[in-house]
């Protein structure tokens, strides 16, 4: 019956991943190619992500250079990033395209915490969720007599600690992203 908490885990993790996930693509001021990868771009009439087309780096603090292998996939590039919620303007030679990363306002700057502490609750959530079923998972094994009351007891805790931990994590990673975000 350990697979209820081993699936927990698994469930609470990946809540937190897809949190970290979240967290990269939020600016900070701070060029980092996360900010693009996720761009869809409409490249011969398929949606495909930036990453998948083009070589994605950060070469200065202040600014990302995006290299399409393919030439001729550089106007689709850069119509993407005008329509993305980036908010930068691409700069293009025809073959490289820059994209200048500005320096974020204080309202910004709050603007973004706001929307990492809201995706950090997301996730708070989806643990406490995670743990919920297992808990319910965990009583129903037990009514059905297919765990002892002490197995319950030890799993129900073992799925508490792992709550708490899960928890404490995405506590941490808030107040890294935070802290950077403040960063001036």
Known sequence: MTSIVEDTKATMQQALDIMQKAFGTVRTGKA???LAEGIIVEYYGTQTRLK?????????????????????????????IQGSELGISP???????????PELSEER??????????????????????RRDANEAIKKAQKASEITEDDQKVMTDDVQK?????????????EV????????
Request: hydrophobic share 45%.
């Open 109 to 130: 700057r709050k603007d973004m915490t706001k929307l990492v502490k809201k995706r950090a609750e997301e996730c708070r959530i989806e643990i406490r969720n995670a």
């Open 32 to 34: 980092s190619p996360a």
């Open 91 to 101: 700069v293009s030679d025809g073959r490289i395209i820059r994209l200048p990363i």
């Open 52 to 80: 998948d087309i083009a070589s994605i780096t950060a070469p200065e603090p202040r600014m990302l250079v995006i290299q399409p292998w393919d030439q001729g996939a550089v106007k689709s590039i850069e119509k993407a």
């Open 177 to 184: 992203k935070e802290a950077e975000l403040m960063a001036v």
């Open 162 to 174: 792992l709550t708490d931990k899960m928890i404490e994590q995405v506590n941490k990673l808030l």
